[in-house]
Nanobody, 115 residues
Framework: VQLVESGGGLVQSGGSLRLSCAAS????????MKWYRQAPGKERELVAD????????YYADSVKGRFTISRDNAKNTVYLQMNSLKPEDTAVYYC?????????WGQGTQVTVSS
């Protein structure tokens, strides 16, 4: 089982990044998928969530209107489009897949937003 995030990097305030999380080793289409982030010295927080078929999504208030979660079940990949980035969005971003008792995490990708 693997979740591999990519797409992180350094971007200026107001810029955009698109994170990807490629899944393998499990039936991706059954799983709710989530993006979390953890900034230095802070707890990991839920950023966005999408249901297995992609019909419903949830966003933290801090990213609502700026971030969009989506998924392609044919490609076993979940995405996080991040627009209008702010320095406070700087964190390691993790994807997570959940289905019943099954719960998988990726290794994370660093996003740094400069002011």
């Amino acid at each position: 089982v693997q979740l591999v995030e990519s797409g992180g990097g350094l971007v200026q305030s107001g810029g955009s990044l698109r994170l990807s999380c490629a899944a393998s080793g499990f039936r991706f289409s059954r799983y709710d998928m989530k993006w979390y982030r953890q900034a230095p010295g802070k707890e990991r927080e839920l950023v966005a969530d999408i249901t297995s078929a992609g019909a419903n999504s949830y966003y933290a208030d801090s990213v609502k209107g700026r971030f969009t979660i989506s998924r392609d079940n044919a490609k076993n990949t979940v995405y996080l489009q991040m627009n209008s980035l702010k320095p406070e969005d700087t964190a390691v971003y993790y994807c997570r897949g959940s289905w019943g008792y099954f719960d998988y995490w990726g290794q994370g990708t660093q996003v740094t937003v400069s002011s």
